[in-house]
C-alpha cells in the first residue's frame, strides 16, 4: 500500500486548489521520478492522444517530453471538484530546440485514490505558437513564486 499523499478526498475547495498546486509545482521541477510518485502504479492516462498506464511510462513520457519542451514554466487552477475528482485547467510555455515559443492551453480531469494518489489522468492540450515578448511566465526556475499571478489573473 503506498503512502498517503494529502491532501486526501473528498476534496473541498481549499483542498482541491492545495492538491493542484501540488502538482503544479512537481511538474515546475521537471523531475519525472518526481511527478510519477504522485500517481498510483497503475495509473491509467490519456495526454492528447497518447494512452499510457504505470509510472514507468509516466516517467517515460515526462523524459521525453521535457527532453523537447524546454523552459517548460505550469500554472495550474481548478474548475471544478466533487469527491475524488478534479478537474482543472492549465496553461504552460515552452520553446522548441529552434528557438519558437509555445504556449500550451489545456483541461484535465483526475481521479484519486483513499491516499491521495492520482489513479486516473485524461489530458486535452492545443499548442499556440507566441512571440518571445508575448510571454507571461516569466519567473525563475522551479516552483512558481506565491506572489506571481495565476491563469486568472494573466487573463489566460
Given amino acids: 500500500m503506498s503512502e498517503p499523499r494529502p491532501p486526501l478526498p473528498p476534496f473541498t ?45 509516466i516517467v517515460e513520457f515526462l523524459t521525453r517530453k521535457w527532453a523537447t519542451e524546454l523552459d517548460y514554466k505550469l500554472i495550474k487552477e481548478v474548475w471544478a471538484f466533487d469527491g475524488n475528482h478534479i478537474a482543472a485547467r492549465f496553461a504552460y510555455e515552452w520553446r522548441d530546440a529552434a528557438g519558437n515559443w509555445f504556449r500550451s492551453h489545456g483541461n484535465e480531469q483526475w481521479e484519486f485514490d483513499d491516499n491521495g494518489l492520482m489513479r486516473r489522468r485524461e489530458a486535452s492540450i492545443n499548442d499556440v505558437p507566441i512571440a518571445a515578448s508575448d510571454r507571461k511566465f516569466t519567473w525563475g526556475e522551479g516552483r512558481r513564486p506565491d506572489d506571481f499571478p495565476g491563469l486568472s489573473e494573466l487573463g489566460l
Fill in 13 to 57: 475547495r481549499e483542498t482541491a486548489a492545495k492538491k493542484a498546486r501540488g502538482a503544479e509545482d512537481a511538474w515546475n521541477s521537471r523531475d519525472p521520478v518526481k511527478v510519477s510518485l504522485a500517481y498510483t502504479e497503475d495509473s491509467w492516462w490519456r495526454n492528447r492522444s497518447e494512452f499510457l498506464q504505470g509510472r514507468a511510462a
